[in-house]
């Protein structure tokens, strides 16, 4: 059978899809990607498909649903024999979604052996259960590598000389505002193991195939790239066998020297960790991350000590936060001094725990359709207009008054200045100056240029002219 994965622009590997791809080639189906570009219109690249039978697939999270619940609506329309399948963090913890006129079936969870046994049922008449969480697959190394060749069918993402790879699946952790939380309960009903780790070997495996592509450089998506239980040894083999420089990311307080050492000599030049406040009741209160200020800096000192680049998340509006906790946020950071320091603004999430107290603060009407699809631009919280204006501007200049402490009084006067589209431009052009370092070797060659193809021409930053920037806004 054919399957179509159809998807707005990315420059991120969705690797979720790639896996699919790979199993479903396994099993003989046809399988094609067709971008979008943010349109709700027929692809000319799909319209010889008019007459045939095929499963239009979608991946969906929540804030983008809506845009694919439209698109899937018009391509139903045209392609009348074509089948409907959402898949995704949406439908996972939504399945509501299903009751949608236009939607033929859900996949809830890990979809390696849901999906082709999706397309059995399709072929042979037989019902599938779409409200069931799917099994999951136990043995990473036994899914192929991620069909690369689909990924990159665009020469914008072939081009890109930085790839993702995943080593791992599942979170060990159980943050307040993110929803691996739910998936945890979800997986615990059914009594599998949600944490799992790919073996050294197929991993190197995969980032030698990777060399087929313009490649200059590896970013580990994991959310904690070192505790995979075959860590050493992955370090060795990739220093001997890969020998590309790389990117990961990591939590502040499992560091040790010993794994920096591993880190940097395997050819790391850069990692990313994840701050979220500089307020350590936020924290642990909160937020459930329980380090403390001391333990964050003690890890900043030994990436330091080994000159070890890294970038900082951060994430603002929080309920109950206060101008001096985001204050507080951001002098963490000075202190910590990253290469980069980015922020988000906190979006609730249905059925999560901050979610539940930004509404019993009033501070929020649980309305899934009006989700926002990116967490940069504006709070969703119904906060007084002073504070709402001081975490939209702050988001903005969050990177440069962490990397300039000098204009940390400059923070002030944001809750008194309307947002505007030069905040948008000079976040979206300091970002990319930060990532041009982040990503970059020895000799400075930029291997970050094409993450935002977008941006600013060129700005003068000096003090008396950021002085006249927030004058003049």
């Known amino acids: 059978m054919r399957v179509v994965f159809v998807m707005d622009d990315f420059l991120i590997e969705p690797l979720g899809i790639g896996y699919l791809s790979s199993v479903l080639k396994e099993e003989g189906h046809k399988v094609d990607l067709v971008k979008t570009n943010g349109d709700i219109t027929v692809p000319k690249e799909m319209r010889d498909l008019h007459d045939e039978k095929f499963i239009l697939a979608y991946s969906v999270?929540?804030?983008?649903?809506?845009?694919?619940?439209?698109?899937?609506?018009?391509?139903?329309?045209?392609?009348?024999?074509?089948?409907?399948?959402?898949?995704?963090?949406?439908?996972?913890?939504?399945?509501?979604?299903?009751?949608?006129r236009c939607i033929d079936y859900i996949i809830r969870g890990e979809a390696e052996k849901a999906l082709p046994e999706l397309l059995s049922c399709i072929e042979d008449g037989r019902e599938f259960n779409c409200g069931e969480v799917c099994d999951l697959v136990q043995d990473l190394d036994t899914i192929p590598f991620p069909d690369r060749d689909l990924l990159y069918k665009y020469d914008r993402n072939r081009d890109n000389p930085i790839k993702s790879v995943m080593t791992m699946r599942g979170c060990p952790f159980s943050c307040t505002y993110c929803y691996n939380?739910?998936?945890?309960?979800?997986?615990?009903?059914?009594?599998?193991?949600?944490?799992?780790?790919?073996?050294?070997?197929?991993?190197?495996?995969?980032?030698?195939?990777?060399?087929?592509?313009?490649?200059?450089?590896?970013?580990?998506?994991?959310?904690?790239?070192?505790?995979?239980?075959?860590?050493?040894?992955?370090?060795?083999?990739?220093?001997?066998?890969v020998q590309v420089p790389f990117h990961?990311?990591?939590?502040?307080?499992?560091?040790?020297?010993?794994?920096?050492?591993?880190?940097?000599?395997?050819?790391?030049?850069?990692?990313?960790?994840?701050?979220?406040?500089?307020?350590?009741?936020?924290?642990?209160?909160?937020?459930?991350?329980?380090?403390?200020n001391e333990k964050i800096l003690a890890g900043v000192a030994l990436l330091k000590k080994h000159k070890m680049k890294f970038r900082t998340e951060n994430m603002i509006g929080a309920p109950t936060e206060t101008r001096k906790d985001i204050l507080d946020t951001i002098r963490l950071n000075i202190a910590c001094k990253p290469a980069v320091a980015w922020a988000s603004i906190f979006q609730p999430y249905p059925n999560l725990e901050l979610g539940k107290k930004c509404e019993?603060?009033?501070?929020?009407?649980?309305?899934?359709?009006?989700?926002?699809p990116n967490f940069f631009d504006k709070t969703e919280l119904k906060f007084e207009p002073r504070h709402a204006r001081f975490v939209n501007n702050t988001q903005k200049f969050f990177g440069f008054i962490s990397k300039h402490k000098w204009a940390l009084p400059l923070a002030l006067l944001l809750s008194h200045i309307p947002e505007n589209e030069k905040f948008k431009e000079f976040y979206a052009w300091y970002k990319q100056r930060g990532y041009n370092l982040l990503y970059s070797n020895k000799e400075g060659k930029c291997q970050a240029k094409k993450i935002l193809e977008k941006r600013p021409s060129k700005v003068s930053v000096t003090k008396a002219s950021v002085r006249r920037f927030f004058h003049q806004s």
């Open 248 to 292: 990961a990311q990591l939590r502040i307080d499992r560091i040790t020297e010993e794994k920096i050492i591993l880190l940097k000599d395997a050819g790391c030049t850069g990692v990313t960790f994840a701050i979220e406040s500089g307020s350590e009741r936020l924290r642990k209160e909160l937020l459930n991350r329980h380090m403390s």
């Open 360 to 372: 019993e603060l009033g501070l929020w009407e649980c309305n899934v359709d009006d989700f926002s």
């Open 61 to 100: 999270t929540t804030g983008t649903h809506q845009y694919y619940i439209k698109l899937n609506n018009l391509l139903k329309t045209y392609f009348q024999n074509a089948i409907a399948v959402f898949g995704g963090p949406h439908p996972t913890y939504f399945p509501e979604v299903l009751e949608e």
């Open 181 to 241: 939380v739910l998936y945890k309960q979800l997986y615990r009903e059914k009594k599998q193991k949600l944490v799992r780790f790919r073996g050294a070997r197929n991993i190197i495996d995969e980032c030698k195939d990777l060399k087929r592509f313009p490649l200059e450089m590896i970013y580990f998506q994991d959310d904690e790239f070192t505790s995979n239980p075959n860590f050493t040894a992955l370090m060795l083999m990739y220093k001997d066998e």
